[in-house]
């Protein structure tokens, strides 16, 4: 594969489910996302990539502002819906569970019980990725 895989102790999106206390998929208690938003889990890569390569702290600790990737944790009632101004085709839609990139400079930052997420609105999500470490 061209892009450099990492090494993960666990799953990356069980990890951001459970840091972030979600025990059903798309239902976070006590958060309500509104209108068209989409709550995302940002992917923070881990030290070490399959190769064995070990990335420092410092490069670790811009995900912070870089990342690129973000796990779909939840949708606004209106996200993917289209309106007289953005019209959505099916294939444009993600879910919650699904890995998607984003544009570093979109979104607002939130942390919820120490997960950096972000939320953005539902044109903002730029596409749909197989899995998280394949953006960077």
């Known amino acids: 594969m061209p892009f450099m895989l990492m090494e993960h102790e666990n799953d990356p999106r069980q990890a951001i489910y459970k840091k972030i206390g979600m025990k059903k998929l798309g239902e976070l208690p006590g958060f309500k996302l509104l209108r068209n938003d989409v709550l995302l889990g940002v992917y923070e890569r881990p030290e070490k990539t399959k190769s064995g390569i070990v990335l420092p702290d410092v490069t670790r600790k811009e995900d912070e502002h870089q990342g690129k990737a973000a796990l779909v944790l939840a949708l606004g009632p209106t996200a993917f819906v289209s309106d007289d101004h953005v019209i959505f085709h099916a294939e444009q839609h993600v879910e919650p569970g699904d890995w998607v990139s984003i ?15 972000r939320i953005i609105r539902d044109q903002d999500v730029v596409m749909k990725i197989p899995a998280p470490d394949v953006v960077f």
């Open 103 to 117: 544009w570093v400079s979109d979104g607002r930052k939130v942390t919820i019980n120490g997960q950096l997420c």
